[in-house]
């Protein structure tokens, strides 16, 4: 039931793309993505409603896939600021949350 | 304040002993969810109240964990003879309804067992 994350790690220069992959075996009603710096509470950057929507806010952004019950988080032109570990969470109607064992990314200078 | 408020931030105890956390939803927040977050792991989902409805307890480990949700707002997460792999920081968070409202999280509270 626990959503997969793909990369496990990235490392990355400045102004570098990325892509953090999340699927699920089961339905997904949403799918949550949140980032969390080290020592520190994670903190909500989007969600996303089955129907193939895609959102963004400044150089982040994500897509749903309900078909392939996939979700993936871009990041462009990474920022030093972008460090850190991302989760995807996944809702399969049931309300609960259940996150992946997260993506750690981390932004050279 | 406007967050969501753990406390104790730190707890060391010894092996055996029992231990009580406390999360502090934001006001009006119906749904809050603890979770349990071992050292360079993830979010391992432990129990989920929403409102007024029986609590999802599917994710406790073990019948040593326990949880309750007084009136709505502030909910305690019981330990009961603690073992080292409890040591992890526990996560408190709260949305206003439910699952697909963003979720806000506490700072957490470290639990060392010794």
């Known amino acids: 039931q626990q959503p997969v994350q793909s990369p496990q790690a990235v490392i990355l220069r400045e102004g570098e793309d990325a892509v953090i992959n999340c699927s699920s075996s089961k339905a997904l009603y949403s799918v949550h993505w949140y980032r969390q710096k080290h020592g520190e509470a994670p903190v909500f950057l989007m969600i996303?409603?089955?129907?193939?929507e895609q959102k963004g806010h400044d150089k982040i952004s994500a897509s749903f896939n309900e078909k392939k019950q996939q979700s993936s988080l871009y990041l462009t032109a990474s920022q030093l600021s972008y460090s850190g570990t991302y989760f995807c969470g996944t809702d399969t109607r049931d309300d609960k949350i259940i996150f992946g064992k997260g993506t750690r990314l981390h932004i050279l200078p | 304040g406007a967050g969501v408020s753990q406390s104790p931030s730190n707890k060391v105890t010894e092996k055996g002993k029992d231990v009580e956390l406390r999360c502090d939803p934001i006001?009006?927040?119906?749904?809050l969810y603890w979770y349990r977050q071992s050292l360079g792991q993830g979010l391992e989902f432990l129990i989920y109240f929403q409102g007024n409805s029986a609590p999802d307890k599917s994710g406790l480990p073990s019948d040593r964990f326990s949880a309750e949700r007084t009136g709505g707002s502030v909910s305690t997460l019981t330990i009961q003879r603690t073992q080292q792999e409890d040591s992890a920081v526990y996560l408190c968070?709260?949305?206003?309804?439910?699952?697909?409202?963003?979720?806000?999280f506490g700072d957490g509270t470290r639990l060392s067992i010794l």
């Open positions: 006001s009006g927040h119906t749904a």
């Open positions: 996303l409603l089955k129907g193939g």
């Open positions: 968070a709260s949305s206003s309804k439910q699952g697909n409202q963003p979720q806000h």
